[in-house]
């Protein structure tokens, strides 16, 4: 967790940033291990997975979400008066949760700055160690010497370096830490004088706290303030920029004696003001599961691009390079030597063959002075905008349990870790500890999205088109209220919320509610024709609108439960059907396009669209355990980060249409189609 405010404004505002990179508080011996377990071990699929210590997931609670940042600057001699900015900040969990990674961007009287930080737990110096990339710095990237650590309820940050032959100290304290907001306060002097105050910062969570975090790092495609590097180097690095298919072949070895291949993704983006490049990459495949998050930047010393190496397999969370790569013409090599078994080896990672759409990336290892042979091939094809930049991982992998599920099980409802699911003739309760369902209710045939609220179970009845209540009590059917169904095919969802049900009961735009003290409509509310799906949250009823069958059109409608009045229509993609509240937004799958849609309750307005590829009918989306879960044909499931608007995850392999839900600590997905539902971790690659 770097100061965010401490070396933007000791850059740009007093231009002191005199600390550098290799003065991390770690021995020669603690560095030396990086490259050549990164180039051996880490792809070799043998070495086991450190988890995260109570420290770091002590910073990771306190800080991971979207923060709207307010600034006050102090005067000074730049602005006798004072300034003020604003601006937000993203924290979220590195490579294994074992770092946590910040990204700023501020604007204001001070200007448009941005930078990036890095910082995870020494247990030797037992503090945090902390890295920082400012857009102020043409240094690229620094470590602070003292790092921070929590004291009492406040975490610490501290620095020193040299400017004009005086020697100055910079500390910055987060307080009054609280779930929705903190405080920054940056402050500097000359060792051993009082420090003064440089500026405030006023920090507000703009994304909803969840409880449990998605536990993998997943690289994405940021969109940076500098598409172009300002590193020393040849003019072709600049094409490394973007996301990347990767084919890996591996060499046969000990571990693997017929050798092996696989795929990854890989991600590079400028740094902040372009003084320094990451690499994020990502596999998840038979042979590795590996997570990567490196900032490279030009150590003027050494002569070559020094970096800081973070990985899932790391015991350390993350080392700063022991050397540094070097260009030799278009080619970068990184080159280290360590010991092993007695011996000097030597391992090595190469880039060659830079396109703007496809490089190659090669490991070397064996004895020094010896011919070095590889160990493992990279070839990479750029991915374009519209592409999927994440590996599609089978689903069965990432499952906890797989239950055969005889008959036709496809919608669903979450209670409790455990849900229930429509199948022929009957609704079900599954729960993840039980190979058989654990109740059973008769229903002719039950359809859409069910509901559950005021101890009763919400089914939509095809045959009828009636609405049954089931007491979660007894489980018996205690009413069967006649209502209609907007969709007799059963492609409609019920809406619990606001102290009543809400169902679509008339193609024609009926929006009915249903006192649940009564059994019976209360109200049925004017909406517009062709909508079927309903959803409640954030104070309101939300209905997808489809448009007529083969127009193409689609809008979202939001009803006040209070006035039992539309008060927004809000175009959306193509044909939306299935929708989700929660996790920041309003979220629908749009079946015309494959798209997603995401409403800023706030605005009313679509806020961003993602494009998945899974256009066709059928499908479910879900929000919950930090993300959106995309159920579809095409894609089995997609996971997508709010914080990003990306999708952060995918698992195959297709398996017709189903539902998806999250159910306290773990995520339903059903198929139908070949009799399974999969219960997945809360988590979208656990």
Known sequence: ?????????VTSLVFMSGASAQQVDKTASQLAKKSGQRLSEDRSGTVKQPQPGPEIEKLVKAFSGTWSIAIKIDPNKRMPKGGAGQGEETWRPGPGRLSLIEEYHSSGDEGELSGLGVAWWDKDTQRYQVMWCASGNPQGCIAMKHGAKWEGNQVVAEDESENAGKKFRFKEVFADITENSFTQTLYQGELGSDLKRLLTITASRKTTPHVEQPDDFTPKSNVSQTQSLKLPGPAVQNSLLGTWSLTLKYERSTEMPNGATGRATEVWWAGPG????????????????????IPNWWDSQAGGQRFLYCANTLPESCQLSKNVAKWEDDRNVYTEEREESGKKMTAQEIFEDISPNSFTQIAKEGESGKSLKPILTIHATRLSDGQSSQTVTPIAKRAVVTLKVPGFADFLVADGDGVWTTNKGRVEKLEHDHPEPVATVPAPNPCGAMGIGFGALWVANCQDASLYRVDLK????????????????GELSIAVGAGSVWLLTDERGVLSRVDPQTNRVSTQIKVAPYSYAAAFGFGSVWITNTGKAGSG????????????????????GSTPRFLAAGEGGVWTLNQGDGSVSRIDPSSNRVVATIALGVEGPGGDIATGAGVVWVRASKVLLSVIRPETNRIVARFGPPAGSGAVRVAGKFI??????????WVLPSSPTQ
């Open 1 to 9: 967790m770097r100061a965010t405010a401490l070396q933007l404004f």
């Open 274 to 293: 372009g003084y320094s490049v990451i690499e994020e990459y990502y596999q998840s495949d038979a042979h590795e599961h590996l997570e990567e998050f």
């Open 474 to 489: 007894t489980v018996r059917v205690t009413s069967v209220i006649p209502i209609g169904l907007a969709d007799p095919e």
């Open 553 to 572: 059109n689609g809008f979202v409608q939001r009803i006040d439960p209070g006035t039992n009045s539309v008060v927004a229509t809000i175009p959306v």
């Open 668 to 677: 339903w997905v059903t198929a139908h189609d070949i009799q399974t539902v």
